[in-house]
Antibody, heavy 118, light 111 residues
Framework: EVQLEESGGGLVQPGGSLTLSCAAS????????MHWVRQAPGKGPVWVSY????????VYADSVTGRFTISRDNAQNTLYLQMDSLRVEDTALYYC???????????WGQGTTVTVSS | QSALTQPPSASGSPGQSVTISCTGT?????????VSWYQQHPGKAPKLIIY???KRPSGVPDRFSGSRSGTTASLTVSGLQTEDEADYYC???????????FGTGTKVTVL
């Protein structure tokens, strides 16, 4: 079964750091670009970042550029999102998603919650 | 990076059709065939229902269809069923900054 499972969320103070993980199974992980998408409570999803299958060419939304770093370990079938200098407005449910044909996000995890608060 | 524009709500009775618009620009919706649509039920992750503007993933009912005219994409749900009541979001690749944009979202109510 094709699956994605996020972990690593939690409560962190403004200015703090957190690293999210996304464990993939059931497909050839290195063949796919991968995304991080976040959704604040009561709001719609917002794209955060993507990375190519070989780990090159990471791209970020303007709101997180310079603060977040996406990476992947294809040997461990795991995607990461390192989040530094966290702000209250980064509070959200963070999903990882697989980029399928025509870049539709065809597989999603259940999400991990990040709360930035003092 | 502004969100794509969708109407906040749409509704229809069972069996009727509803169409949701997604308005972007010539740098995103109007530029590439990388427009997708997602259905999201409360407390659940988004689910891909349309990709490549018009294509349906395996397992998605053919009641769901996508189209595009210029810089506006549309999702039509025909033969509305109660389980179609959900939030719907469009998404497009945007060639400024090689990024992705989601729409503002449309809540579909089945009357």
């Amino acid at each position: 079964e094709v699956q994605l499972e996020e972990s690593g969320g939690g409560l962190v103070q403004p200015g703090g750091s957190l690293t999210l993980s996304c464990a993939a199974s059931g497909f050839s992980f290195s063949d796919y670009w991968m995304h991080w998408v976040r959704q604040a409570p009561g709001k719609g999803p917002v794209w955060v970042s993507y990375i190519k299958g070989d780990g090159t060419t990471p791209v970020y939304a303007d709101s997180v550029t310079g603060r977040f770093t996406i990476s992947r370990d294809n040997a461990q079938n795991t995607l990461y999102l390192q989040m530094d200098s966290l702000r209250v407005e980064d509070t959200a449910l963070y999903y990882c998603a697989r980029a399928g044909v025509k870049f539709g996000m065809d597989v999603w995890g259940q999400g991990t919650t990040v709360t930035v608060s003092s | 990076q502004s969100a794509l524009t969708q109407p906040p709500s749409a509704s229809g009775s069972p069996g009727q059709s509803v169409t949701i618009s997604c308005t972007g620009t010539s740098n995103d919706v109007g530029a590439y065939d990388y427009v997708s649509w997602y259905q999201q039920h409360p407390g659940k992750a988004p689910k891909l229902i349309i990709y490549g503007v018009t294509k349906r993933p395996s397992g998605v009912p053919d009641r769901f269809s996508g189209s595009r005219s210029g810089t506006t994409a549309s999702l039509t749900v025909s033969g509305l069923q109660t389980e179609d009541e959900a939030d719907y979001y469009c998404c497009s690749y945007a060639d400024n900054n090689y990024s992705y944009l989601f729409g503002t979202g449309t809540k579909v109510t089945v009357l």
